[in-house]
Nanobody, 118 residues
Framework: QVQLVESGGGSVQSGGSLRLSCAAS?????MGWFRQAPGKEREGVAC???????VYADSVKGRFTISQTNAQNTLYLQMNSLKPEDTAMYYC???????????????WGQGTQVTVSS
Protein backbone atom coordinates (compact mmCIF):
# COMPACT_ATOMS: atom_id res chain seq x y z
CA GLN A 1 0.00 0.00 0.00
CA VAL A 2 1.09 3.55 -0.70
CA GLN A 3 0.54 5.92 2.20
CA LEU A 4 1.48 9.59 2.29
CA VAL A 5 1.15 11.77 5.39
CA GLU A 6 2.16 15.43 5.35
CA SER A 7 3.21 17.50 8.35
CA GLY A 8 5.05 20.71 9.17
CA GLY A 9 2.53 23.27 8.00
CA GLY A 10 1.67 26.32 10.05
CA SER A 11 1.58 30.09 10.13
CA VAL A 12 4.62 32.23 9.45
CA GLN A 13 5.40 35.85 8.71
CA SER A 14 6.45 36.97 5.26
CA GLY A 15 10.13 36.20 4.75
CA GLY A 16 10.07 33.32 7.17
CA SER A 17 10.68 29.62 6.59
CA LEU A 18 8.88 26.33 7.01
CA ARG A 19 9.88 22.74 6.35
CA LEU A 20 7.18 20.35 5.22
CA SER A 21 7.56 16.61 5.61
CA CYS A 22 5.82 13.72 3.90
CA ALA A 23 6.10 10.27 5.43
CA ALA A 24 5.92 7.96 2.44
CA SER A 25 5.62 4.18 2.26
CA UNK A 26 7.13 4.06 -1.22
CA UNK A 27 10.43 3.44 -2.94
CA UNK A 28 11.45 4.28 -6.47
CA UNK A 29 8.41 6.48 -7.09
CA UNK A 30 8.33 9.90 -8.63
CA MET A 31 7.20 12.30 -5.93
CA GLY A 32 6.15 15.90 -5.78
CA TRP A 33 4.61 18.72 -3.80
CA PHE A 34 1.48 20.51 -4.91
CA ARG A 35 -0.49 23.36 -3.42
CA GLN A 36 -3.97 24.75 -3.71
CA ALA A 37 -5.18 28.14 -2.57
CA PRO A 38 -8.89 28.97 -2.17
CA GLY A 39 -10.51 29.57 -5.54
CA LYS A 40 -7.46 28.41 -7.48
CA GLU A 41 -6.51 25.18 -9.19
CA ARG A 42 -4.03 22.81 -7.62
CA GLU A 43 -0.58 23.58 -8.96
CA GLY A 44 2.68 21.70 -9.00
CA VAL A 45 5.37 23.18 -6.76
CA ALA A 46 8.30 20.78 -6.97
CA CYS A 47 9.02 17.18 -7.90
CA UNK A 48 11.84 14.66 -7.67
CA UNK A 49 12.52 11.36 -9.43
CA UNK A 50 14.24 8.17 -8.30
CA UNK A 51 17.60 9.57 -9.37
CA UNK A 52 17.18 12.71 -7.31
CA UNK A 53 16.54 15.02 -10.26
CA UNK A 54 14.33 17.95 -9.32
CA VAL A 55 11.98 20.35 -11.07
CA TYR A 56 10.48 23.52 -9.59
CA ALA A 57 7.69 25.85 -10.50
CA ASP A 58 9.03 29.22 -11.58
CA SER A 59 7.17 30.88 -8.71
CA VAL A 60 9.20 29.02 -6.07
CA LYS A 61 12.52 28.45 -7.82
CA GLY A 62 15.38 29.67 -5.67
CA ARG A 63 13.24 29.74 -2.54
CA PHE A 64 11.98 26.16 -2.13
CA THR A 65 14.01 22.95 -2.05
CA ILE A 66 12.62 19.44 -2.41
CA SER A 67 14.59 16.52 -1.00
CA GLN A 68 14.30 12.92 0.17
CA THR A 69 15.89 10.69 2.76
CA ASN A 70 18.33 8.10 1.44
CA ALA A 71 15.71 5.40 1.86
CA GLN A 72 13.11 7.60 0.14
CA ASN A 73 10.86 7.14 3.15
CA THR A 74 10.41 10.85 3.74
CA LEU A 75 9.94 13.71 1.31
CA TYR A 76 10.74 17.27 2.38
CA LEU A 77 9.98 20.73 1.12
CA GLN A 78 12.16 23.44 2.62
CA MET A 79 10.42 26.75 2.05
CA ASN A 80 12.42 29.93 2.54
CA SER A 81 11.62 33.58 1.91
CA LEU A 82 7.93 32.81 2.13
CA LYS A 83 5.45 35.22 0.60
CA PRO A 84 1.73 35.70 1.27
CA GLU A 85 1.02 34.23 -2.17
CA ASP A 86 2.53 30.96 -0.94
CA THR A 87 -0.46 30.54 1.35
CA ALA A 88 -2.19 27.29 0.40
CA MET A 89 -2.89 23.72 1.34
CA TYR A 90 0.21 21.73 0.43
CA TYR A 91 -0.06 18.14 -0.73
CA CYS A 92 2.45 15.35 -1.18
CA UNK A 93 2.00 13.10 -4.22
CA UNK A 94 3.59 9.94 -5.63
CA UNK A 95 3.33 7.83 -8.78
CA UNK A 96 5.25 5.29 -10.84
CA UNK A 97 4.69 7.57 -13.81
CA UNK A 98 6.80 10.67 -14.25
CA UNK A 99 4.15 13.37 -14.29
CA UNK A 100 6.53 16.18 -13.33
CA UNK A 101 4.36 19.07 -12.09
CA UNK A 102 1.14 17.91 -13.71
CA UNK A 103 -1.83 17.13 -11.48
CA UNK A 104 -2.00 13.46 -12.48
CA UNK A 105 -0.30 11.62 -9.64
CA UNK A 106 -2.03 8.49 -8.42
CA UNK A 107 -1.37 8.77 -4.70
CA TRP A 108 -1.94 11.80 -2.49
CA GLY A 109 -1.61 12.81 1.12
CA GLN A 110 -4.27 14.64 3.10
CA GLY A 111 -2.52 18.01 2.93
CA THR A 112 -1.01 20.45 5.41
CA GLN A 113 -1.96 24.12 5.62
CA VAL A 114 0.64 26.85 5.12
CA THR A 115 -0.33 30.43 5.92
CA VAL A 116 2.02 33.34 5.28
CA SER A 117 1.14 36.74 6.73
CA SER A 118 2.54 40.03 5.46
Amino acid sequence: QVQLVESGGGSVQSGGSLRLSCAASVYGYYMGWFRQAPGKEREGVACVDSDGRTVYADSVKGRFTISQTNAQNTLYLQMNSLKPEDTAMYYCAADRIKWYLLHKYKYWGQGTQVTVSS
